[in-house]
């Protein structure tokens, strides 16, 4: 089984856009400036690593360009059978699984990032790695710090971020080293993550989250609060507010994706960082990050070295295929006719719904069984919308 695995803030990189300007998934980038109300593209394109570090720009840059990454794979077939993000890829999970549409994707990305922001300003804070020490002995150096300073986020053995107030960490990562600590690194962030320090913005982003109203999937989300995987659209609402003043679990949602029996693991988005915890966490998983249009042959490669071949059934010369996909005519966001639910019979030529302007006509006759994309997701030339059983 595959598992999708998309970045946090932090991976983003000047001119990561650059490789898929004239790619046929370059077109979100516009659809994300619309409802940003943001020039993504300049962003994309142009940024400074200065101006891309702001935690509006990372959070938004990273987002639209793991769900690039994401479009090309699905044009290419390849789908998972779990997601997950880290911290902000969290999000990038969920509307990847259709719990959020794109619009309300990147609404919700812009009012966390702008929280995020504000709460940074006002409660003023940083963040370490601490590299080489277990987890439970860098929560007892922060104790010890007796200050404000607590773990942010549980990368990987040996790899654990704390934040807090500067001087918090400061101690924090003194105490880590005589602790045995091999490195403590400051990283370049605009406040304290995943900290007490963010009560505020996790206030302000519980009433966009209600307003999105996360939907139930098909393929479920590891959560970076519990570990635990989530298909039911009203648990979101809790596990996103709490996700901003919670550490990161991201070692413990590797170990439950193992745990389901995800063998493959697949990073979408800038940067390589989730593949090489993945590394680190699991000793048996296969791994692969892609960033780059020229990365899209390595991944079907990848895929199909280790993809099983389906036994095909035959009576004779006869092949029994009763069970056909309806496929998008176009790319865009998926709006469904309200009269065609699973059970309905229909004919040649049906409705089902519209991707914008186009509509997505049946071209067989049977039972529809159910729908693979949801009101409001965004999909690709191709990809399936709904299965139905030949009658």
């Not at 769900?67 to 911290?87: K, N, Q, T, Y």
């Not at 940067?271 to 993945?278: C, E, H, I, Q, S």
Request: glycine residues 10%; charged residues 20%; negative net charge.
């Amino acid at each position: 089984m595959l598992a999708f695995t998309f970045p946090g803030q932090g991976s983003q990189r000047p001119g990561m856009g650059r490789p898929w300007v004239g790619h046929d998934s370059w077109e979100l980038v516009a659809d994300a400036s619309e409802v940003a109300g943001r020039d993504v593209a300049r962003l994309l394109l142009d940024a400074d690593a200065e101006e891309l570090k702001d935690t509006r720009n990372a959070q938004l840059t990273t987002f639209v360009s793991s769900l690039m990454v994401l479009d090309a794979a699905e044009r290419l077939g390849i789908e998972p059978s779990f997601c997950a993000g880290h911290s902000l890829g969290e999000y990038t999970a969920l509307t990847a699984t259709g719990a959020l549409s794109f619009d309300d994707g990147i609404r919700l990305v812009v009012e966390r990032a702008d929280a995020m922001h504000e709460a940074g300003s006002v409660n003023p804070g940083t963040m370490a790695a601490v590299l080489g020490l277990d987890d439970d002995q860098v929560e007892v150096a922060c104790r010890l710090a007796d200050m404000d300073v607590w773990v942010a986020n549980f990368n990987a053995p040996g790899q654990v971020v704390i934040a807090g107030s500067p001087e918090g960490v400061e101690k924090a990562g003194t105490h880590a080293k005589e602790l045995g600590a091999k490195r403590v690194m400051a990283l370049q962030v605009s406040g304290a993550f995943h900290t007490p320090y963010m009560s505020s913005a996790r206030d302000r982003l519980r009433a966009a989250i209600a307003a999105a109203a996360p939907r139930d999937t098909e393929v479920p989300v590891v959560s970076n609060v519990d570990a635990i995987a989530h298909d039911k659209g009203d648990e979101w609402s809790s596990l996103l507010s709490a996700q901003l003043s919670s550490p990161v679990r991201w070692k413990h949602c590797l170990l439950s994706l193992a745990d389901a029996g995800v063998t493959g693991l697949v990073e979408l988005g800038p940067g390589g960082v989730l593949t090489g915890m993945a590394k680190r966490t699991l000793e048996n998983s296969r791994t692969i990050s892609v960033a780059t249009p020229d990365e899209l042959d390595k991944l079907i490669e990848w895929v199909g070295s280790s993809a099983p071949v389906a036994p095909v059934q035959h009576e004779g010369e006869h092949l029994f295929a009763v069970e056909r996909l309806i496929v998008s005519p176009a790319a865009g966001v998926f709006t469904p006719v309200g009269d065609v639910r699973p059970g309905t019979v229909i004919d040649v030529g049906r409705v089902l719904g519209h991707i914008g302007d186009v509509e997505v006509r049946s071209p067989f006759a049977g039972r529809i069984e159910n729908y693979i994309a949801v009101e409001g997701e965004r999909v690709t030339s191709r990809q399936p919308i709904a299965w139905l059983r030949a009658e």
